[in-house]
C-alpha cells in the first residue's frame, strides 16, 4: 500500500481550524498568486464553523478517494470532471469535499455542496471574466451562492483589475450576509475600491457592519452608509498600517 501523502501547511492549517484551534483568516489578495492557500479567520463577530464555512485551496487539488465511502467518491470523481470539461477550477469542489470528510458530514451533504459550488463557479467565471485567477473565481463562486448575482460580481471586476478582487468580493459577501441588500452593499464597496489603501478600508467596512449587525439589519446599513461617507471624504483612516498580512474574514455560510 502506497504511503499517505504528508500534509502541507495549508491543510494544516484547516484541520487546525477543524479541530478547534485558533483559526486562520484568508490570505489577503497580494498573496493569492504566491500563496493561494486561503483559509477563514474567526474574529468575535463570527458565526460557528460549518461546512463549506472555511475558504480554503489547495494548488495542487489532490483528491483523496480514501476519505469518502464509495458511492460518494465515485459521485465526486464525476462531479470533478464535469467541472474540468468546462474550464472549472476543481482545487476548490476538492477541498470544500475534504472539508465536509474532516467535518464528517455525511456523503449526501457534500455533494449537494459541491455541485452547488460548480454552478457557482461557472456562473463567476462568466462574470468575472475567463482571466480570473482560481482565488477570484472562488470568492465570487461563494457570493453568488450568498445570494449576489452575477451583474454584482460584473461591477467589483470594473472597480478592481485582474488578480485583485478577492478582499472586495469576500467583504461583499460578508456584508450581504449580515442583512445589507446586495445592490447597497455593491454600491458601498465598489465606492471604496478605488481609494487609496483600498482593502484596508474595505476590512473597516466588514468589520463595522459585522458589529452593527449584532443589533438587526437596519443598525448595519446606517453604519455601512456613514462608514462609506466617511471613507470617500477621507476622513476614515484604516486602523491598522497597511500590511499584507492583514486578511478579510471568510463570511460563514447560514
Known amino acids: 500500500m502506497a504511503p ?29 498568486a504566491a500563496d493561494p492557500a486561503i483559509v477563514s479567520a474567526a474574529s468575535a463577530t463570527a458565526l460557528p464553523i460549518g461546512i463549506d464555512t472555511l ?3 489547495d494548488g495542487q487539488g489532490q483528491f483523496d478517494a480514501a476519505r469518502f465511502d464509495t458511492l460518494t467518491a465515485s459521485a465526486l470523481r464525476a462531479l470533478l470532471d464535469d467541472a474540468a470539461a468546462r474550464g472549472l477550477p476543481t482545487a476548490p469542489l476538492i477541498n470544500r469535499a475534504l472539508e465536509g470528510a474532516a467535518r464528517r458530514v455525511g456523503g449526501a451533504r457534500i455533494l449537494m455542496v459541491v455541485r452547488a459550488h460548480a454552478a457557482a463557479l461557472a456562473d463567476a467565471k462568466v462574470a468575472l471574466g475567463e482571466r480570473s485567477s482560481v482565488a477570484e473565481l472562488d470568492a465570487g463562486a461563494t457570493a453568488i451562492r450568498a445570494g449576489v ?19 472586495p468580493l469576500v467583504v461583499l459577501t460578508d456584508v450581504v450576509r449580515r442583512g445589507v441588500p446586495a445592490e447597497l452593499a455593491r454600491d458601498a464597496v465598489t465606492a471604496i475600491a478605488g481609494l487609496p489603501r483600498a482593502d484596508e478600508v474595505l476590512l473597516g467596512l466588514q468589520s463595522t457592519v459585522a458589529k452593527n449587525a449584532q443589533r438587526g439589519p437596519g443598525m ?27 486578511k478579510p474574514v471568510r463570511p460563514p455560510d447560514p
Request: proline share 9%; net charge positive; aromatic share 6%.
Open 220 to 246: 448595519a446599513v446606517d453604519a455601512l452608509h456613514r462608514y462609506v461617507r466617511a471613507s470617500v471624504a477621507g476622513v476614515v483612516s484604516p486602523s491598522t498600517p497597511a500590511t499584507g498580512d492583514r
Open 149 to 167: 448575482d452575477a451583474p454584482l460580481l460584473a461591477a467589483v471586476r470594473r472597480a478592481r483589475p485582474l488578480g485583485a478582487a478577492v478582499t
Open 55 to 57: 475558504l480554503y485551496r
Open 4 to 32: 499517505r501523502p504528508t500534509l502541507g501547511r495549508g491543510a494544516r492549517w484547516v484541520l487546525a481550524a477543524l479541530l478547534g484551534a485558533p483559526a486562520f483568516s484568508p490570505l489577503a489578495a497580494s498573496r493569492a
